[in-house]
């Protein structure tokens, strides 16, 4: 079993920054490729960013590329978002997510908001 807890969401200006992490709990975290994913108001959950289990593939949403970048420390536990020269249409509820690349989807954390404001 895995836990997933994210942090660093909040409220930023268009075309500012901000930085999402996500603490993983369990032995095995490690093992397991890791994602993002967002939902926004009347929307679906879509897919952010993958990282495989231990980084050596990363794959992203068209929408985000060239300005986001997954990362993790697998001696941290720990999973970020790096988010730059965000956009209005980037406010969402931001999920981590761990599971099998490229498609992560086992475990789930509660969600993190982020607003951006024009």
């Known amino acids: 079993q895995v836990q997933l807890v994210e942090s660093g969401g909040g409220l930023v200006q268009a075309g500012g920054s901000l930085r999402l992490s996500c603490a993983a709990s369990g032995r095995t975290s490690s093992r397991y490729a890791m994602g993002w994913f967002r939902q926004a108001p009347g929307k679906e959950r879509e897919f952010v960013a993958v990282?495989?289990?231990?980084?050596?593939?990363?794959n992203y949403a068209d929408s985000v590329k060239g300005r986001f970048t997954i990362s993790r420390d697998n001696a941290k536990n720990t999973l970020y978002l790096q988010m730059n020269s965000l956009k209005p249409e980037d406010t969402a509820v931001y999920y981590c997510?761990?599971?099998?690349?490229?498609?992560?989807?086992?475990?789930w954390g509660q969600g993190t908001q982020v607003t951006v404001s024009s």
């Open positions: 990282i495989s289990a231990y980084g050596g593939s990363t």
């Open positions: 997510a761990g599971g099998i690349y490229p498609n992560p989807s086992s475990y």
